[in-house]
C-alpha cells in the first residue's frame, strides 16, 4: 500500500515539531533513558564504507607543552571517539537509500525502522516512529525519483558529559539517477546526541536540517 504523496507535506510539519520535543528530551540524563534489549543492542554492520575525508574535529582543551595526558582525558577522548564512530554509523544508514517504486510501502516502512532501530534509544525510536521521522529520507527519494547517499560527513564535538555526547554535523546529501549519476548535491547541518546506554552510543535526539529537506519533499 503506497503512501498518499500529498500527506508528505504534513508529515513533514510533524518531523519538525518531534524534532523540538526531541532536543528537550535530550537533556534527560542517560539513567532516565530505558534500556535497549539485547536483540536490538548491537548496530548491523554496514556494507557501505565510510567516506574516506569523513572529519572528526572536537574541540582540545589540553595544554600543547604537556605532552602526558591524565587517565580521565584518556578516557574522556576514548568515549568520545566511539561516540563518533556510532554516529558515522548512524548517519550513513539514515541517508543512504536506493530509489524504487515501493519505497514508501507498508514492507518498506517496517523494514526501515527495524533497519534504524539498533542505533536509537528506546525512547527515540518510539518517537521517531510515532512521528515518521524515520520514512523522511524515504519521502524525500520518493519525491525526487532518485537515491540517496551523504558525502563529506564532518563531526565536530560540542559537548561531552558523563555519558553522553553532543556532535554537530555537515553532510552533502547527494541526490543520484538510476546510473549513479549525481542530479542534486544538498548540504545539510544539524545536532546529534548520543547516550551511553549499558556501554553503546545510540542516538538519543537528531536535529536535523528541516529548511533543507523540506524543500525536497513539498
Same mark, same amino acid.
Given at each position: 500500500?503506497?503512501? #498518499?504523496?500529498?500527506?508528505?507535506?504534513?508529515?513533514?510539519? @510533524? =518531523?519538525? *515539531? *518531534?524534532?523540538?520535543?526531541?532536543?528537550?528530551?535530550?537533556?534527560?540524563?542517560?539513567?532516565?533513558?530505558?534500556?535497549? @534489549?539485547?536483540?536490538?543492542?548491537?548496530?548491523?554492520?554496514?556494507?557501505?564504507?565510510?567516506?574516506?575525508?569523513?572529519?572528526? !574535529?572536537?574541540?582540545?582543551?589540553?595544554?600543547?607543552? $604537556?605532552?602526558?595526558?591524565?587517565?580521565?582525558?584518556?578516557?574522556?577522548?576514548?568515549? +568520545?571517539?566511539? !561516540?563518533?564512530? !556510532?554516529?558515522?554509523?548512524?548517519?550513513?544508514?539514515?541517508?543512504? #537509500? /536506493?530509489? @524504487?517504486? $515501493? *519505497?514508501?510501502?507498508?514492507?518498506?516502512?517496517? /523494514?526501515?525502522?527495524?533497519?534504524?532501530?539498533?542505533?536509537?534509544?528506546?525512547?527515540?525510536?518510539?518517537?521517531?516512529?510515532?512521528?515518521?521521522?524515520?520514512?523522511?529520507?524515504?519521502?524525500?527519494?520518493? &519525491?525526487?525519483? =532518485? @537515491?540517496? #547517499?551523504?558525502?563529506?560527513?564532518?563531526?565536530?564535538?560540542?559537548?561531552? /558529559?558523563?555519558?553522553?555526547?553532543?556532535? &554537530?554535523?555537515?553532510? $552533502?546529501?547527494?541526490?543520484?539517477?538510476?546510473?549513479?549519476?549525481?542530479?542534486?548535491? *544538498?548540504?545539510?547541518?544539524?545536532?546529534?546526541?548520543?547516550?551511553? +546506554?549499558?556501554?553503546?552510543?545510540?542516538?538519543?535526539?537528531?536535529?536535523?536540517? !528541516?529548511?533543507? =529537506?523540506?524543500?525536497? #519533499? +513539498?
Amino acid at each position: 500500500m503506497r503512501i #498518499i504523496p500529498s500527506l508528505l507535506s504534513a508529515t513533514f510539519l @510533524s =518531523l519538525v *515539531i *518531534i524534532a523540538g520535543c526531541t532536543s528537550s528530551a535530550s537533556n534527560t540524563p542517560p539513567e532516565s533513558t530505558a534500556p535497549v @534489549s539485547e536483540d536490538t543492542a548491537a548496530a548491523p554492520e554496514s556494507t557501505t564504507p565510510a567516506p574516506e575525508n569523513t572529519a572528526i !574535529a572536537p574541540e582540545s582543551t589540553a595544554d600543547a607543552s $604537556d605532552s602526558t595526558a591524565s587517565p580521565n582525558e584518556n578516557t574522556d577522548a576514548a568515549e +568520545v571517539n566511539e !561516540a563518533v564512530q !556510532a554516529a558515522e554509523r548512524y548517519i550513513h544508514a539514515e541517508y543512504q #537509500i /536506493k530509489a @524504487s517504486e $515501493d *519505497i514508501l510501502s507498508e514492507e518498506s516502512v517496517r /523494514k526501515r525502522n527495524e533497519e534504524m532501530k539498533p542505533f536509537l534509544t528506546e525512547y527515540f525510536y518510539q518517537k521517531a516512529v510515532d512521528s515518521r521521522y524515520t520514512l523522511l529520507p524515504l519521502q524525500v527519494a520518493y &519525491k525526487q525519483n =532518485l @537515491s540517496l #547517499i551523504p558525502a563529506n560527513l564532518q563531526l565536530n564535538l560540542e559537548e561531552h /558529559k558523563k555519558d553522553t555526547v553532543e556532535l &554537530k554535523y555537515t553532510l $552533502d546529501l547527494l541526490l543520484l539517477e538510476q546510473q549513479g549519476k549525481e542530479m542534486k548535491r *544538498i548540504p545539510l547541518e544539524g545536532i546529534l546526541t548520543l547516550f551511553n +546506554v549499558k556501554g553503546q552510543w545510540l542516538v538519543q535526539g537528531d536535529r536535523f536540517d !528541516a529548511p533543507a =529537506l523540506e524543500k525536497l #519533499i +513539498v
